[in-house]
């Protein structure tokens, strides 16, 4: 235990010798100080003098309530104002290093890549953060020495982390576009991703404090930690020499990523992780069934654990929250179950019509979708069909359960005829959904991002076309031509 | 000191080193010479434990390339392509930075500062911000900082580049001295001129290949064949081939000279000279035509591959 504290303050020793340097950089620099030093000093003094204003205008026209709700939102502006600044800091000592070739006579010394990826970051953080709880501390007492007004301290706390984590936000997404790019112009260009969404965010943040609904603040205090940890782990996993030193221009090579995409699909598992082979590359369909596909499976175990566990969490809320929002018993009785009750579920509109092809083309467009968003949301938002799915049917189980149904009859009939065949399809495809989405966070060792994207786009592809398709064809025409007679088999009255 | 075996680097599908492998011991230096894109840097860059090899291995100074990577950055001097400085700031800070990451003491950094910078020539003017230094400033202060931290290992990824010749000079006599010190030192260059004045060996990459290996002198030999003799006489040399023929095949001839080349100078010059004089002709001059390294590189660069 000593040792390791001992190790992890070597390990933190090293990284402040960076950190310490930037920050003299940082602080030489005129046109970041003078900015910084602005929003600090004179800007929560106006907006302490705005708030009085405010208050006292808006007072006299009865509607002193909008000014009292106008005073967290400006403490989170003059919080947000001087750390849009680590954004500009984080790009210029990053990318600026990089592009400037300063970085590689770094790279040569017994640094590690984390002591680097952390003095850098804590680098970029400290001054803008200081500079935002600076300019808090101004407005603060500047407002209790014109209004006598002192903010509630559950909210100060709030804006103070919300500062910190947005800051942090802004800092490990600056890293991960830094390390895709090679100048300054394209990190610039690339950072509206990062400073429009929290630009957004701050306008929702004005909406809830509006709405003085100050607990919605601490959900988002906790998305954006989950936010910083997903950057931060997927900085540390690209911020390495080897992606740092493997890109030399920001140039869009199609028939390259072609090659890549191909050599990927037709190479067995594990391949890819090899150097190119010469000669050309032969794959089969047999050799994709016997070996490819089960090795594919074995690697996505956890993925695949992790969706079951999210597939059994959903239909235990759904389970949950059933009796808040019963049904009418009139749903319930099964006793009026007819073929014909299954083919009008298409009526229903969000439902497709009961044909094998329409619940086929409704399963598959779900999954596609999910597995987009899985793309955009770096994986977490794949579980999103699954999850409905299954919230809805433990949603379904409980109110058949309440209504003197056994639930697991219910299940058996409803759901196991085709069940045993769509669900895997579908647990397969969320898990190799995820690992797509989940890629570009840590790249395997020798890949870069964007072959990892490549990589696990091409084994989703394999698994989908080969493994899942099939298995959902089959599970429509069961589902149409099966379960019906299950169900009518074991609730219908004839 | 380096030892590679078979050491390849892949980047996006293609071979940027591939299976090269050398021998530098300690008290040599080893010129890597190659055009551009030929794979130098990727080399230099795997030998400094900063790039992994995809395939084959290194050890530097015994510790693994890719295991012991830390140990083996703590124990290299790298000079990379550009000097890389920090621009705001004055060469003792700058190098004060850089002794901390390589763990000096605060005493050493200072002392060994002073030393380098003062034998560098830059000691006058340590108190100017590095933006203001020449071309050939920075890369001296680059090289300074590659030294700082007393390295057995020394990679040079081209050391004179942008230089005057006078800073040329310092810089090829420092190397010189590191050599004497028993350090191990591979150079990056494109001065042909430079790399015969430094090198012990010289390895020729293209296509990130090894094509040849050794020291000037054997590849002069190697690539451009046994030595060309020229003898210079007094008088015509017309009607004189037939009547040396059974001792050198004569290449070239002019109006007083005669070019041949021999594997064996020291058994057949005597002989030549031997029948000169009992033929009644008087020597000038004999000896060797000289080859540049240029000779050498152009005649590998033009070898197909």
Wanted: aromatic content about 8%.
């Amino acid at each position: 235990m000593r040792h390791r504290l001992q190790e992890w303050r070597a390990h933190l020793a090293m990284a402040l010798i960076v950190t310490r340097r930037d920050v003299r950089d940082s602080l030489r620099d005129w046109r970041i100080l003078a900015p910084i030093i602005i929003l600090t000093l004179f800007f929560p003094v106006l907006m302490s003098v705005t708030a009085r204003l405010a208050i006292n205008w808006l007072a006299s026209y009865g509607a002193p309530i909008i000014g009292t709700r106008m005073i967290p939102f400006l403490l989170l502006i003059v919080g947000f104002f001087p750390i849009s600044f680590s954004l500009v800091i984080a790009l210029e000592t990053f990318v600026g290093e990089r592009e400037r070739r300063s970085l590689e006579p770094l790279l040569a010394t017994p640094l590690s890549d984390g002591q680097l990826y952390l003095g850098k970051t804590l680098a970029a953080t400290v001054v803008p953060l200081m500079a935002s709880y600076l300019g808090i501390t101004i407005y603060v007492i500047g407002l209790y020495a014109t209004i006598r007004y002192f903010p509630p301290g559950p909210l100060l706390i709030q804006i103070f982390l919300l500062t910190t984590v947005e800051a942090l936000v802004m800092v490990s997404g600056a890293v991960v576009v830094s390390s895709q790019t090679t100048s300054v112009r394209a990190a610039n260009l690339l950072a509206s991703f990062i400073i429009v969404p929290m630009a957004l965010l701050v306008q929702v943040q004005a909406a809830i404090m509006f709405w003085a609904r100050y607990n919605v603040l601490w959900w988002i205090v906790a998305a954006l930690l989950v936010a910083d940890l997903i950057l931060i782990r997927m900085g540390v996993r690209i911020f390495n020499r080897e992606e740092l030193l493997g890109r030399e221009i920001d140039q869009i090579n199609l028939r390259r990523i072609g090659r890549q995409f191909w050599r990927f699909l037709l190479q067995s598992p594990g391949a890819a992780l090899q150097p190119p082979m010469k000669g050309s590359l032969r794959a089969g369909v047999v050799r994709w069934y016997r070996r490819d596909i089960p090795a594919l499976l074995v690697r996505q175990r956890l993925s695949i654990g992790m969706v079951l566990v999210l597939m059994i969490a959903s239909l235990a809320l759904g389970w949950f929250y059933a009796p808040r929002y019963p049904l009418p018993s009139q749903i319930l009785d099964f006793g009026n179950l007819s073929r014909e009750s299954f083919e009008s579920v298409g009526m229903l509109g969000f439902l497709p019509s009961f044909s094998p092809w329409s619940i086929l083309f409704f399963n598959l467009r779900s999954l596609v979708l999910g597995s987009l968003l899985a793309v955009f949301s770096l994986g977490v938002m794949s579980f999103l069909p699954i999850m409905s799915t299954m919230g809805i049917v433990g949603f379904l189980a409980r109110q058949i359960a309440s209504a003197g149904h056994n639930p697991w009859i219910f299940l058996a009939a409803f759901i196991l005829p085709h069940g045993w065949l769509e669900l895997p399809a579908v647990i397969l495809v969320t898990a190799f959904a995820l690992r797509l989405g989940a890629s570009v966070i840590a790249p395997p060792e020798g890949l870069t991002v964007s072959d990892s994207l490549l990589l696990a786009l091409a084994d989703f592809i394999k698994v989908f076309l080969l493994v899942a398709i099939p298995m959902l064809i089959a599970a429509a025409f069961l589902e149409v031509y099966l379960t019906p007679q299950v169900v009518l088999w074991v609730f219908g009255r004839g | 000191m380096i030892i590679t075996h078979a050491l390849t680097k892949w980047f996006n599908g293609f071979a940027a080193v591939d299976a090269f492998s050398l021998h530098v011991r300690a008290g040599e230096v080893v010129v890597l010479l190659g055009p551009n894109g030929a794979g130098k840097t990727t080399t230099v860059r795997m030998l400094s434990a900063v790039l992994k090899p995809t395939s084959g291995r290194a050890t530097v100074v015994g510790f693994d390339t890719v295991h012991d990577a830390r140990a083996v950055r703590q124990h290299v001097g790298v000079l990379t392509e550009m000097p890389g400085l920090y621009l705001r700031m004055t060469p003792l800070p700058y190098l004060d930075f850089f002794g901390q990451l390589w763990g000096l003491s605060p005493r050493q950094r200072a002392e060994r500062s002073e030393l380098l910078l003062r034998r560098f020539d830059l000691w006058e003017v340590r108190n100017q911000r590095l933006a203001e230094y020449s071309k050939g400033m920075k890369q001296k202060l680059a090289i300074i900082r590659t030294m700082l931290h007393d390295p057995p290992v020394l990679l040079l990824d081209e050391p004179t580049s942008a230089m005057d010749p006078h800073s040329a000079k310092l810089v090829r006599d420092a190397i010189i001295s590191l050599r004497n010190d028993r350090r191990a030192i591979v150079v990056c260059t494109h001065n042909l001129a430079e790399a015969e004045l430094l090198a012990d060996h010289i390895a020729i990459i293209r296509r990130g290949r090894l094509v040849s290996l050794g020291t000037p002198i054997e590849l002069k030999a190697q690539m451009l064949g046994p030595p060309l003799m020229e003898v210079r006489l007094v008088g015509s040399v017309d009607g004189l081939s037939p009547r040396v023929a059974d001792i050198v095949d004569v290449e070239a001839q002019g109006k007083d000279w005669l070019r041949y080349r021999t594997g064996e100078p020291e058994t057949v010059n005597p002989r030549l000279l031997r029948r000169l004089a009992a033929l009644g002709r008087q020597v000038v001059t004999l000896g060797q035509v000289p080859r540049t390294l240029e000779d050498v590189y152009l005649r590998v660069m033009e070898e197909p591959s």
